[in-house]
Antibody, heavy 123, light 110 residues
Framework: QVQLVQSGAEVKKPGASVKVSCKASGYTFTTYYMHWVRQAPGQGLEWMGIINPTGGGTHYAQKFQGRITMTRDTSTNTLYMELRSLRSDDTAVHYC????????????????WGQGTTVTVSS | QSALTQPASVSGSPGQSITISCTGTSSDVESYDFVSWYQQHPGKAPKLMIYEDIKRPSGVSNRFSGSKSGNTASLTISGLQAEDESDYYCCSYVGGSTFVFGGGTKVTVL
């Protein structure tokens, strides 16, 4: 079945970087856009960015520009999200989610979600 | 890009209908037919409930419906059930390959 499996929880110190992975299975990896979304404790969902797994092109939310990098490895159907210069308010559950199809009419909906990766930033 | 505006909470009795609003601007919700809605139970990943303003994915109950008028999208839950008690988020495409979520609405079944 279609699923996204994310890497385990991370604890980082302020100023450090974190890299979260998301392995896709059950569908053709290069057919769909992929998103990263995060959720701070007790807060709402926050869109972070999108990647085209075919060419690797990315678009990031302005808030994260300069601090975030999304990449992919098509040989292993795995996405990566690296966030640098971590602060305490980066403590959140980070989700990867499948977006719309890359070619043809697309829905722009996030239809499949990973289980989430908790990133805790604490000194 | 500012978050879309949703009411913090909405409640209703079993069997009733409730509607959650999601207000954006002429640059996002009103400009594109790409509002989606997500249900999120505590400690769980979000689940897609509505996409392209009004479409329902297979497997989602027909008690859930979406609509839009101008810069405000809405999610209606008919025949409210205990299992519908959850957090709900809207999301809109805002152009330039970017997206924005609403602040979320907690639905309580009385």
């Amino acid at each position: 079945q279609v699923q996204l499996v994310q890497s385990g929880a991370e604890v980082k110190k302020p100023g450090a970087s974190v890299k979260v992975s998301c392995k896709a299975s059950g569908y053709t990896f290069t057919t769909y856009y992929m998103h990263w979304v995060r959720q701070a404790p007790g807060q709402g969902l926050e869109w972070m960015g999108i990647i085209n797994p075919t060419g690797g092109g990315t678009h990031y939310a302005q808030k994260f520009q300069g601090r975030i990098t999304m990449t992919r490895d098509t040989s292993t159907n795995t996405l990566y999200m690296e966030l640098r210069s971590l602060r305490s308010d980066d403590t959140a559950v980070h989700y990867c989610a499948r977006g719309g199809v890359i070619t043809g009419p697309t829905s722009f909906a996030l239809d499949i979600w990973g289980q989430g990766t908790t990133v805790t930033v604490s000194s | 890009q500012s978050a879309l505006t949703q009411p913090a909470s909405v409640s209703g009795s079993p069997g009733q209908s409730i509607t959650i609003s999601c207000t954006g601007t002429s640059s996002d919700v009103e400009s594109y037919d790409f509002v989606s809605w997500y249900q999120q139970h505590p400690g769980k990943a979000p689940k897609l409930m509505i996409y392209e303003d009004i479409k329902r994915p297979s497997g989602v109950s027909n008690r859930f419906s979406g609509s839009k008028s101008g810069n405000t999208a809405s999610l209606t839950i008919s025949g409210l059930q205990a299992e519908d008690e959850s957090d709900y988020y809207c999301c809109s495409y805002v152009g330039g390959s970017t997206f924005v979520f609403g602040g979320g609405t907690k639905v309580t079944v009385l």
